[in-house]
Nanobody, 117 residues
Framework: QVQLVESGGGLVQPGGSLRLSCAVS????????MGWYRRAPGKQRERVAF???????VYEDSAKGRFTISGNNARNIVYLQMNSLKSEDTAVYYC???????????WGEGTQVTVSS
């Protein structure tokens, strides 16, 4: 089992920055990769970025050049640094873990990010 808890969301003005954190606990060594998703009001949840155990990263076009996903050495925190935020980045941001050989998917509860002046 893996547990995920997001934090760091809030209200920020357009052009500002936020850093989201995802605290990971449980069987962290079973995790193959971690990712961030978001769900904007009235829209489906969409992928933002992924990071693998080896450190390779993948970004959706909406995040390229503005967002950075990273993890700490202990593999128990995953960050999403978000810069140059836009109103369209307003969403609930979710942390996702894929673990095991099958693999099994785990989700956090989400953290609200609101970009508004």
């Amino acid at each position: 089992q893996v547990q995920l808890v997001e934090s760091g969301g809030g209200l920020v003005q357009p052009g500002g920055s936020l850093r989201l954190s995802c605290a990971v606990s449980g069987n962290i060594y079973s995790i193959n990769r971690m990712g961030w998703y978001r769900r904007a009001p009235g829209k489906q949840r969409e992928r933002v970025a992924f990071i693998s155990n080896g450190g390779s990263t993948v970004y959706e076009d909406s995040a390229k050049g503005r967002f950075t996903i990273s993890g700490n050495n202990a593999r128990n925190i995953v960050y999403l640094q978000m810069n140059s935020l836009k109103s369209e980045d307003t969403a609930v941001y979710y942390c996702k873990a894929e673990a095991g050989a099958v693999p099994t998917t785990y989700w956090g509860e989400g953290t609200q990010v609101t970009v508004s002046s």
